[in-house]
Structures are given as C-alpha cells and as structure tokens.
C-alpha cells in the first residue's frame, strides 16, 4: 500500500504559497531591468541622434520642458540645445557612454555614467569626457529626459 499523506492539500497550498513568496522579489527586479534596460536604450538613441544632428529623434527623447545644463555651466531649454547639436561648428565623430547606472523611483529614472565625445569643432579637434546625470520620467508607456547635467572630468 502507498503512502498517504494526512495534509496533501494543505501541503500543496503551503508549497504555491512559499513560491509566490519568494519568486515575488524577483519578479520586480525583473520589470526593473527591463525598464533600465529600456532607458539605457534610450540614452544609447540620444547619442547617437546627436552624432548624426537628427533633430527629429531627439524631440521624441526630450521632454517640452527639457533642462539642459552643459558641462561649461550654460543652461539651455529645448530649442537652445536642439539649435547647439544642429550647429554647422560642430561634428561629433564618435560619441559613446559608458559606466552608466539607472537609479529607478517609480516613474522617474535617475542616469549616472560617463560621456565620452570627440570630432571637429570649428575646425578643430575636440576630445571631451563628462560625468552626466539625466532625469526621466515616465510618460505613458514611454519616458522622456525631462533634465541632463554634465561636468567635464580628466580625460
């Protein structure tokens, strides 16, 4: 004769139970990712919209109310950094981020990392490396930067 248990049921609900449980975290840290992984891709699209001057991309990127703070302290809205990639001085040869971290809290994301850029400007070359901290809050089922800031650093 096999085995019965007195509390098959119960042991069953007990067993889906601790699942749930201990699965939950992870299903978060899941959706996490995947939202950094989608603003990661994000800043990845800036970069390379800058590069090419493509205005149009970047209007999808950049919220109306856009604070833009460059790393030689000027402040600048949308329009004013829009007009400052399409500048006929500068062209970007390569741009590339890198040790970027994506700090969420709901439905903003807080981007740390580093910015690395060179090519021409007037004429001349240019090498520039950047601490950046950009803002984005989600809007819809998408995300715009509401804010950037950057600082040069040591190249």
Not at 71 to 92: I, P, R
Request: charged fraction near 20%; proline fraction near 1%.
């Amino acid at each position: 004769m096999g085995t019965q248990h007195k509390y098959p049921g119960f042991l069953r609900s007990t067993l889906l139970v601790l699942a749930v449980v201990c699965l939950a975290p992870l299903r978060g840290w899941c959706q996490a990712s995947d939202e950094q992984s989608r603003i990661l891709s994000l800043e990845n699209a800036w970069n390379q919209a800058v590069q090419q001057k493509n205005t149009v991309a970047l209007q999808t990127l950049l919220d109306s109310r856009l604070v833009y703070v460059d790393y030689d302290g000027k402040l600048m809205d949308k329009a004013e950094y829009l007009a400052s990639v399409k500048s006929e001085s500068l062209h970007a040869a390569r741009i590339v981020s890198e040790s970027m971290q994506v700090h969420l809290y709901n439905a903003v994301a807080v981007v740390s990392g580093v910015y690395r850029e060179n090519g021409l400007k007037n004429g001349k070359s240019y090498l520039l490396r950047e601490r950046f901290t950009d803002t984005w809050v989600r809007q819809g089922e998408g995300w715009m930067c509401v804010a950037s800031h950057s600082t040069l650093t040591d190249q």
